[in-house]
C-alpha cells in the first residue's frame, strides 16, 4: 500500500482507518517528525500494534514529547549517533553545558565544518577550487571521528543504522526483529 497525508493536519483518523482496514503491519513514513507522533498515537487509539518506522526526522526528543507512549517501539533508520564517539566527549559537553542536546544532525554539521576549516588550512585558502580539491585528497579528524571523501563525494563512515524509542529514549538495535507495538 502507498498513501499520502497532508502535513501540517492534526486529525488522521481517516489515513489510519485505511490502514487498520488493510491490516498493516508495518508503516514506513517518509516524513516529519510532528505528523508520524500524531500518527501513531492515533493507530494506538485504534487499536492498532503497526510498528511505524520512519527516517533520521525521527531522532529529536520532539517525537517522544508528541508521540507520549504510544511511539513506544518506534524504529528509524539514522547514522551512528555521533554523541557516543570519544572524539565527541568534549564537544558534546560544551554543547549540554549550554542547555543544548546534540541530537540528530547536529554533530554531523559540526564536523563537516570542521572537515572544512581543515581544507581551507590545508588549501592555505577559502577559494572554493582549493578547499575541495583539499576535501577530495585528505582525511579528517573530527568530532564523529577521522574520515575521507570517496570518489562520489560521500563519507568513508559506517552506514546507517537502525534504532527504536523505548521509554523516552531511542538506542541502536541489533539484528533482532522488531516487534510489534501495543
Do not use: C
Not at 513514513?29 to 510532528?34: A, D, K, P, Q, R
Not at 568530532?143 to 531511542?170: A, C, H, M, Q
Request: charge should be negative; proline fraction near 5%; aromatic fraction near 10%.
Amino acid at each position: 500500500m502507498y498513501g499520502t497525508y497532508a502535513a501540517g493536519q492534526r486529525d488522521y483518523s481517516a489515513l489510519v482507518s485505511t490502514l487498520r482496514q488493510a491490516h498493516v503491519d508495518v508503516l514506513f513514513l517518509g516524513g516529519y517528525h510532528t505528523e508520524a507522533a500524531l500518527i501513531v498515537r492515533q493507530m494506538r487509539d485504534q487499536g492498532m500494534g503497526t510498528v511505524l518506522m520512519g527516517g533520521d526526522t525521527l531522532v529529536t526528543q520532539d517525537y517522544w514529547s508528541i508521540a507520549g507512549p504510544a511511539g513506544e517501539g518506534t524504529l528509524m533508520t539514522f547514522l551512528p549517533d555521533p554523541r557516543k564517539n570519544p572524539a565527541a566527549t568534549e564537544v558534546v559537553k560544551r554543547f549540554k553545558d549550554k542547555g543544548i542536546e546534540p541530537e540528530g544532525f547536529v554533530l554531523y554539521t559540526y564536523a563537516a565544518l570542521q572537515a572544512w576549516t581543515q581544507a581551507a588550512q590545508t588549501a592555505g585558502t577559502t577559494d572554493m577550487g582549493d578547499v575541495v580539491k583539499a576535501l577530495n585528497e585528505n582525511e579528517f579528524d573530527t568530532v564523529i571521528g577521522k574520515f575521507r571523501f570517496n570518489e562520489k563525494g560521500d563519507p568513508n563512515l559506517p552506514p546507517y543504522t537502525v534504532y527504536r524509542w523505548s521509554n523516552r529514549t531511542y538506542e541502536e538495535i541489533g539484528d533482532e526483529a522488531p516487534a510489534p507495538a501495543g
